[in-house]
């Protein structure tokens, strides 16, 4: 079993800075990438950032500039800090690994959700 705890999230002014962490568990062989979606009410879910083992780094057009996202592999932790908070980044905001649970087996784990709400 893999699991997969955020943490952070909340209320925040327009212009002000949050950040969110999680955090993989359980029966892990590896972690080649980890990162976050975002999914607004009526819409799709879009993604935030995410970023390999290697520490190669992608983020959603919207987020360029404004969020930051790290990662710990040895304690298979990611943060992703953002910057600059907008109304439109209001969204539940969802942690994801795509885990190795052994050598040739993998898939995405996701974390349970974590409301971010920015007021204007």
């Known amino acids: 079993q893999v699991q997969l705890v955020q943490s952070g999230g909340g209320l925040v002014q327009a212009g002000g800075s949050l950040k969110l962490s999680c955090a993989a568990s359980g029966s892990i062989f590896s972690i080649y990438a980890m990162g976050w979606f975002r999914q607004a009410p009526g819409k799709q879910r879009d993604l935030v950032a995410s970023?390999?083992?290697?520490?190669?780094?992608n983020y959603g057009d919207s987020v360029k500039g404004r969020f930051t996202v790290s990662r710990d592999s040895a304690k298979n932790t990611v943060d992703l800090q953002m910057n600059s908070l907008k109304p439109e980044d209001t969204a539940v905001y969802y942690c994801?690994?795509?885990?190795?649970?052994?050598?040739?087996?993998?898939?995405?784990?996701w974390g349970q959700g974590t409301q971010v709400t920015v007021s204007s």
């Open positions: 994801y690994a795509n885990v190795h649970y052994t050598p040739i087996t993998h898939r995405d784990f």
């Open positions: 970023i390999s083992s290697g520490g190669t780094a």
